[in-house]
């Protein structure tokens, strides 16, 4: 079964800074794909970036990008210029064609 | 495109007593998944259905609890009876089966007293 680890239970940062989430996943298929989710204080669980296994360029969604690192199955987030509307639970995420499995999240406080 | 619509958004009631979510998965998509979200365990998946049939229920956490979907547009999960630990929010997700995203529902926050 597919595993997904996220090693920082909570993280903070100053404002306009970047900082990095970090995520490592456990499978032995090749195709898959993987997610940031961003869970606010509203609840909402909202996409923030995707990734696929067979592409070897990081994807890029303005101030998001990941760090995607196949062969030792990492998968960081990095976010750049934080904004205090970025504060949120950061969940990491796999999924391949029948199922999709989410890591514990990270809790990020970005200060002003 | 009406994004995944979950029923109620808040839920209270009293320990012993039945309670029943609702989903309504986005149209087109055929995997459907339930969650339970709390601070002590953060996001557990309960059970997931493709093709309205399901596929892995161990993430339920006992016979108190059931889930079912009738059809492609429709999907509960019951609890019965339930209680105070049962509190929690809990949310349904939908994707079109095959490497896609999720997509959640705004969860119902279930508190049992």
């Known amino acids: 079964a597919q595993t997904v680890t ?31 989710y961003k869970q606010p204080p509203s609840r909402q669980m909202i996409l923030v970036i995707r990734q696929e296994a067979y592409k070897q360029q ?4 303005n101030r998001f990008s990941v760090n995607f690192q196949k062969a030792a199955k990492s998968f960081s987030l990095k976010i750049s210029d934080s904004q205090l509307g970025d504060t949120a639970m950061y969940f990491c995420a796999f999924a391949n064609n029948n199922d999709m499995r989410f890591g514990a999240g990270t809790r990020l406080t970005v200060k002003p | 495109d009406a994004g995944v619509i979950q029923s109620p958004r808040h839920e209270v009631t009293e320990m012993g007593q039945e309670v029943t979510l609702r989903c309504k998965p986005i149209s087109g998509h055929n ?3 339930w969650y339970r979200q709390t601070m002590m365990r953060g996001l557990e ?4 259905f493709n ?3 399901p596929i892995d229920d161990s993430g339920m ?23 105070p ?7 349904c997700a939908s994707r079109q089966q095959g490497y896609q995203p999720q997509h959640f529902g705004d969860g119902t926050r279930l508190s049992i007293l």
């Open chain 2, 45 to 48: 998946l309960l059970i997931y």
């Open chain 2, 61 to 83: 956490p006992e016979d108190r609890f059931s889930a079912k979907m009738p059809n492609a547009s429709f999907s509960t999960l019951k609890i019965q009876p339930s209680e």
């Open chain 1, 58 to 61: 990081n994807a890029t969604e």
């Open chain 2, 51 to 53: 093709n309205n049939v």
């Open chain 1, 6 to 36: 996220q090693s920082q239970p909570e993280m903070s940062v100053q404002e306009a800074e970047t900082v990095t989430l970090s995520c490592t996943y456990d499978t032995s298929e090749n195709n898959y794909y993987l997610f940031w």
């Open chain 2, 85 to 91: 630990r049962d509190s929690a929010v809990y949310f």
């Open chain 2, 31 to 33: 995997s459907l998944f």
